[in-house]
């Protein structure tokens, strides 16, 4: 039998250092969701979303997209060479997801699921954004350094988009 | 006596699966997958302290059996099914360790176990390892949901209704 003020003092322990895990991104979610000029406007904020921050980071380490279904990465895109906003449809054995492009940045912009988390995590558009997940669909979204699927699948890809 | 417990079990799971149904209706500040009340846990707290094991286990199956069919798609079961069991079993062995005005402790950890054993679930099933970034944000949150449901549990407990 514990006292409860030993309790309190393990379970904060274990509050803390959770808490110091964070990745930072957490606290960056919500005005990374707001639109790009806002982050234009304001400049002790980090101007990371938008094209902007695509130009610049592009010449330091490109990024990708990698999008998993079930584990399996269907589809990569380089993020920082987009220059045209572009929009697919992302087809898994339980629904779709409308995946959106934008220069430097992706986000889910609508969904069959139930809940609709996906389509509320908003943008992501660094390494340590945490990646976007569709749990009822079994997709998830990361920004990577590397493409983990050939790129020829965007190519292949484009042309549908526009239509 | 058999009918007695029955109608108790039956009851119990009727009022976990509109906790639950509620609470799938308020809407989550964060729009991060698996951070949420859970309410419904207050219950299975509750059965835990006072009903013994093999209850709670019934209703905690019963709930997450039917929960996934009432409010999400199939495909989340998998992912309950493992956070309620962990979480279970874990407070099966809290419930000879703490006392009766420690019983929030259980909920803090047992929340913590539930989102842990949710994400673990969710990287088996979706073989991404990427979702393993979620798992400082979802035990913060997982405990701090858990202290207000603990709270709730422990109260109810010590009040002493429908012993």
Not at chain 1, 130 to 135: G, R
Not at chain 2, 97 to 112: K, R, S, Y
Request: hydrophobic letters at 50%; one cysteine or more.
């Amino acid at each position: 039998m514990l006292k409860t003020r030993t309790w309190i003092l393990l379970l904060a322990v274990l509050f803390f250092s959770a808490l110091v895990c964070l990745p930072g991104s957490v606290w960056r979610r919500g005005t990374d969701t707001a639109p790009a000029a806002l982050g234009d406007a304001d400049p002790g904020r980090e101007a990371d979303p938008g094209g902007e921050a695509a130009g610049g980071v592009s010449s330091a380490a490109p990024l990708y997209a990698n999008l998993y279904m079930d584990g399996i990465c269907m589809w990569s895109g380089s993020l920082s060479r987009l220059d045209t906003a572009q929009r697919f449809i992302a087809e898994t054995r339980y629904g779709n997801n409308l995946v959106e492009l934008e220069p430097g940045r992706i986000r889910i912009a609508d969904a069959d699921c139930p809940d609709r988390l996906c389509v509320s995590q908003g943008w992501i558009s660094r390494i340590d954004d945490l990646p976007i997940v569709c749990l009822p669909h079994g997709l998830v979204i990361e920004i990577a350094e590397e493409a983990e699927a050939a790129e020829e699948a965007e190519a292949a890809d484009e042309p549908e988009t526009p239509s | 006596m058999k009918t007695v417990r029955l109608t108790r079990d039956a009851l119990l799971t009727a009022l976990a699966l509109i906790l639950f149904t509620i609470e799938a209706r308020i809407p989550v500040p964060v729009p991060i997958p698996g951070v949420k009340l859970g309410l419904a846990n207050i219950v299975t707290v509750w059965a835990v302290f006072l009903l013994g094991a093999k209850d709670a286990l019934l209703i905690l199956l019963a709930r997450i059996l039917l929960g996934s069919l009432f409010a999400a798609s199939p495909a989340v079961l998998l992912y309950s099914l493992s956070g309620g069991l962990l979480c279970f079993l874990l407070m099966l062995v809290l419930r000879r360790v703490v006392t009766a005005d420690q019983i929030w402790v259980c909920g803090v950890l047992g929340g913590a176990a539930h989102n842990i054993g949710q994400i673990f679930a969710a990287v088996l099933v979706t073989e991404t390892p990427a979702l393993l970034s979620f798992l400082p944000v979802l035990t913060v949150s997982g405990m701090a949901a858990g202290l207000f449901t603990g709270l709730c549990a422990q109260f109810l407990i010590r009040r002493g209704i429908w012993r």
